[in-house]
Nanobody, 114 residues
């Protein structure tokens, strides 16, 4: 399984970014997917999840109403739209399966300046 996250960068507080994760090596459309993040010195945490068909989503309280997870099963891609970014959102962001996480990809760095 390959999980290639992209779209990160440096943004000012209040700004937006859209992350993408291209997935290969598994049957994407039958798997619930999720975005995770790991800030320096902290454990990796679940940010958002989405069901296989895209109809059910869930978010960590810290990102609710600011982040939106979505997926395109035709393209094997999962997205994370991040709005109203805060400095505490600074982290490396990863995508993975929700129920049976695979070996982690490299992730994409998101840095939010104040």
């Amino acid at each position: 399984v390959q999980l290639q996250a992209s779209g990160g960068g440096l943004v000012q507080a209040g700004g937006s970014l859209r992350l993408s994760c291209a997935v290969s090596g598994m049957i994407f459309k039958v798997n619930s997917m999720a975005w995770y993040r790991q800030a320096p010195g902290k454990q990796r945490e679940l940010v958002a999840s989405i069901s296989s068909g895209g109809t059910t989503t869930s978010y960590a309280e810290s990102v609710k109403d600011r982040f939106t997870i979505s997926r395109d099963n035709a393209k094997n891609v999962v997205y994370l739209q991040m709005n109203s970014l805060k400095p505490e959102d600074t982290a490396v962001y990863y995508c993975n399966q929700y129920y049976s996480p695979q070996p982690w990809g490299q992730g994409t760095q998101v840095t939010v300046s104040s």
